[in-house]
């Protein structure tokens, strides 16, 4: 089993910079793919990032690319979301999930493991 803490959520304005923390604990393998989603009210939860556990390679949503970073403490078995020039349309609960199968895809019923969420509001 794995289990999977975000920190780091909060409010605040357009333009700012927040960076959200995934702690992992449980048997974390190199095959392993780590990603974030996020889900505003009444929306779908939607794929933001994924990261290769054990080699690092990164994939980004469409949406967030050029303004997100997401990277790994393979040591502190934790993931980051560095989120830059922050848009009110960013508002949402953001969640940490991981595959143990290495998938890096967009459809988050493929990920087994998920976190309970951060609230990321972005006020404009």
């Known amino acids: 089993q794995v289990q999977l803490v975000e920190s780091g959520g909060g409010l605040v304005q357009a333009g700012d910079s927040l960076r959200l923390s995934c702690a992992a604990s449980g048997r974390i393998f190199s095959s392993y793919v780590m990603a974030w989603f996020r889900q505003a009210p009444g929306k779908e939860r939607d794929f933001v990032a994924a990261?290769?556990?054990?080699?690092?390679?990164?994939y980004y949503g469409d949406s967030v690319k050029g303004r997100f970073t997401i990277s790994r403490d393979y040591a502190k078995a934790t993931m980051y979301l560095q989120m830059n020039s922050l848009k009110p349309e960013d508002t949402a609960v953001y969640y940490c999930t991981a595959d143990p199968a290495g998938y890096t895809g967009s459809n988050p019923s493929r990920y087994d493991y998920w976190g309970q969420g951060t609230q990321v509001t972005v006020s404009s």
């Open positions: 990261i290769s556990w054990g080699g690092g390679r990164s």
